[in-house]
């Protein structure tokens, strides 16, 4: 299977802690965008990258959150000093510049609890 | 600012009928708009896609018709089945800031019942 890939699937840390989440784009895709959804809601746009440059960071990204596509190919998520307000599950999605209809492929995401 | 809107957040339509799942927007500079599925523990899946200068799109059973002077979207499914029963998302992308983001609306669960 080619497709998108995300690791851990679940983790559950405790409010304070740090957590790094990792993101596998399908190979040929240069785009990666990582979204979160909460309960009852559509994903919610965080950042951006074409190959290692990160081109866009939503408002929602504060601070405490950092991403990274170091080679252009995979990306992790940071988050430093979570916050129960960080439960959510978190998507990567990726997809190829010049995909006329910007169709994104996500992965499965990482579902974040902080207790 | 919602701009994606799905004001109905559960359908139940039985099998071998019609589903019709409506989504409006307020951003007319948005220029594809895309349907999503997503079963529980997974990804969305796209679906089909629609660009602005089109008012209909279909792929088999799924259908998407845009109203762009009403600034708003369907996805028909025809005939539904039971493996259709999911949340399916409405999406949105184009000249918002950020080119490729999607901007998705909050879902409808769809659920096609025997």
């Known amino acids: 299977d080619t497709g998108v890939s995300q690791d851990p699937r679940h983790k559950i840390t405790k409010r304070g802690q740090n957590v790094t989440f990792r993101c596998d784009p399908i190979s040929e895709h240069n785009r990666l965008y990582w979204y979160r959804q909460t309960l009852g809601q559509g994903p919610e746009f965080l950042t951006y990258f074409q190959n290692e440059a990160q081109l866009e960071k939503s408002r929602l990204l504060s601070d405490r959150f950092s991403a990274e596509r170091p080679k252009g190919s995979f990306s992790t998520l940071e988050i430093q000093r979570t916050e129960q307000g960080d439960s959510a599950m978190y998507l990567c999605a990726s997809t190829r510049t010049g995909t006329i209809s910007n169709e994104q492929f996500f992965g499965p995401g990482t579902r974040l609890t902080v207790l | 600012d919602q701009q994606v809107k799905q004001n109905s957040p559960s359908l139940s339509v039985q099998e071998g009928r019609i589903s019709i799942l409506n989504c409006d927007y307020t951003n007319s500079m948005f220029d594809y708009f895309l349907w999503y599925k997503k079963y529980p523990a997974e990804g969305p899946t796209f679906l089909i896609s629609i660009s602005s200068i089109k008012d209909k799109n279909e792929d088999g059973r799924f259908t998407v018709f845009l109203n762009k002077s009403a600034k708003h979207l369907s996805l028909h499914i025809v005939p539904s089945q039971p493996g259709d029963s999911a949340v399916y998302f409405c999406?949105?992308?184009?000249?918002?800031?950020?080119?490729?983001?999607?901007?998705f609306g909050t879902g409808t669960r769809l659920q096609v019942t025997l």
């Open positions: 999406a949105a992308s184009g000249n918002t800031g950020t080119a490729s983001k999607l901007t």
